[in-house]
């Protein structure tokens, strides 16, 4: 794939005098000159509010805002835009369904289960659910290699399991989990009526993979727009339509009704009913531009670009005798992220340090405290990647660390860093 870095302009910015090598894609992804335009021009020439105005602006928004929900929508293999809900991120997307649907189905005494390497924004709202509830949160462990534990999963399904909620790729490990296969097992294990919910988590997998909730075989699959190169505040939950339409409003107020009397109401149909307000607008034509921009680049072009950084930086990263890396060693499965440690150096010290070099990394528990108490480690580095990361970037990554250890370890010799 050809370099898309000038795509960027934020990434001519030099920090500390130094050009800027950004590592830290998952946590938030850097934004196209596409998007950028696309945003810009959207509050230059057609800034309205769309579903309200009976004017030619009002009626051209509204034109632009239901297109861009059948560009999103096709993005990820859905063929009815309308069971595309509109939401501020992946975390509201997951508290929408915890109080919508969990408040109104889960009940004393069933079972959730979740991963031990769960975002917080995918285990948070339902262990408060199962607390409130009753209900009794079931936590799935990994294999060795850092895989989903399928034996584990299979074992800890039961009748009482009404809720499966999984991370599609782990945002430490990199763990592509592999929900097709875990879909698979749910439909052999239970009749359609007894058949738990499959709720996934896809912020790290949308971004830098292909994904058809379809062939997923998924009930509801949530992503932030602000992680694929578009503008913060906005995200997608798509959820099957009936699911959807059964599912009581999350909030209340403008645009999600249809009716409302003094002593009763009628909601709108579904996305809208779950869509209370003003929307974030400008996020969603950011986020439409977004998939056309990757669609010209092809995700598959993005996934073996971001395969070869990552199988580049786990082999240059393993020649460093200092350096713990967590995760698949395959990178087949794993997304375009490394964690790791440094031996006797803190994950904060070498994030500070690296940034004194114009390198962005993320550093601390990444939202995800079970599974580092899981892998008896307080806190890791995390190095992560989009279409513009260049083998030049890990390379100054790796002559990065070893300044690294070597300042905050001057009695190591640095002739006898690497591993022969």
């Avoid at 579903?51 to 059948?70: C, D, N, P, Q, W």
Wanted: aromatic share 8%.
């Amino acid at each position: 794939m050809k370099n898309l870095s000038n795509d960027f302009p934020i990434l001519k910015r030099k920090i500390h005098g130094k050009r800027l090598v950004y590592l830290d894609s998952a946590a938030t992804a850097q934004k196209p000159k596409a998007v950028l335009n696309a945003v810009r021009n959207f509050a230059e020439n057609h800034n309205a509010n769309p579903h309200r105005g009976i004017y030619a602006l009002s009626e051209e928004v509204t034109e632009m805002f239901e297109a861009s929900r059948k560009v999103i929508g096709n993005f990820i293999g859905t063929k009815d835009p309308t069971e595309i809900v509109f939401t501020r991120g992946t975390t509201e997307g997951v508290n929408l369904v915890a109080e919508t649907w969990g408040q109104a189905n889960i009940k004393r005494g069933d079972e959730i289960i979740v991963s031990i390497m769960e975002h917080h924004s995918n285990f948070l709202p339902w262990q408060r659910l199962a607390k409130e509830k009753g209900a009794k949160l079931v936590v799935v462990g990994l294999t060795k290699e850092g895989l989903l534990d399928l034996k584990d999963f299979n074992k800890k399904l039961s009748r009482k399991t009404k809720l499966v909620a999984f991370a599609h790729a782990s945002n430490v490990l990199g763990t592509i989990n592999p929900i097709e296969k875990i879909s698979s097992l749910i439909v052999k294990r239970y009749t359609l009526n007894a058949r738990p919910v499959l709720f996934i988590d896809g912020a790290q997998s949308a971004p830098h993979m292909k994904v058809n909730v379809q062939k997923l075989g998924c009930d509801f699959f949530v992503f932030s727009g602000h992680k694929l190169y578009s503008p913060t505040g906005i995200g997608v939950l798509w959820g099957k339509k009936g699911i959807l339409e059964a599912m009581p409003p999350y909030q209340v107020g403008g645009q999600m009704i249809k009716e409302v009397y003094l002593d009763k109401v009628v909601w709108n149909d579904v996305p809208w009913k779950f869509e209370a307000g003003t929307p974030h607008i400008t996020g969603v034509i950011g986020l439409s531009a977004t998939v056309k921009y990757i669609n010209k680049i092809d995700i598959n072009t993005v996934r073996k670009h971001e395969k070869d950084i990552t199988a580049h930086a786990l082999a240059k990263l393993s020649k460093l005798p200092y350096v713990r890396i967590y995760g698949p060693k395959n990178v087949n499965l794993r997304t375009g992220l490394v964690s790791f440690n440094m031996k006797d150096i803190h994950s904060h010290d070498v994030a500070s340090a690296l940034d004194e070099y114009g390198i962005a990394v993320r550093a601390g528990h990444h939202c995800a405290m079970p599974l580092h108490d899981y892998l008896n480690i307080d806190s890791s580095v995390r190095a992560s990647f989009g279409v513009y990361t260049t083998k030049k970037d890990i390379d100054e990554l790796i002559q990065g660390l070893k300044r690294v250890y070597a300042t905050l370890n001057p009695e190591q010799d640095l002739l006898t860093e690497e591993k022969k």
